[in-house]
């Protein structure tokens, strides 16, 4: 299990990172982490909507209301110019900080 800070500290690149695909709505975002993590973090609409509010607030996502033919009315997520470039920040932060741990942890890049 994951726990929950490291949870809480990676769903800001990971939502980013989703949403730079194209625009998506909650539920399928949180399918989408499921599925990327093989199940491993299984976030909830308690957890994922924060961020989701959060982002819009820091001006790095849009939101819009859609209704598909199909369905029922979703509020879809895009990511902004000022999001990409957020992405690109949290992109090295978070490469720096796998380097220094596959490097104290295992100097033969072998991770058990």
Do not use: C, F
Not at 53 to 70: A, D, F, V
């Amino acid at each position: 299990m994951i726990s929950k800070d490291l949870v809480a500290a990676s769903s800001r690149p990971l939502v980013l990172s989703i949403l730079e695909d194209g625009e998506n709505y909650g539920y399928a975002i949180i399918q989408r982490v499921k599925e990327l993590s093989d199940n491993q973090l299984q976030w909830t609409d308690g957890m994922l909507y924060p961020v989701l509010h959060r982002l819009e607030r820091e001006g790095l996502i849009t939101s819009k209301w859609q209704t598909p033919t199909n369905g029922r009315r979703r509020k879809y997520y895009r990511l902004n110019d000022t999001g990409r470039s957020a992405l690109i920040s949290e992109q090295k932060q978070w490469l720096q900080v796998h380097r220094t741990l596959t490097k104290l942890w295992n100097p033969q890049n072998s991770l058990t």
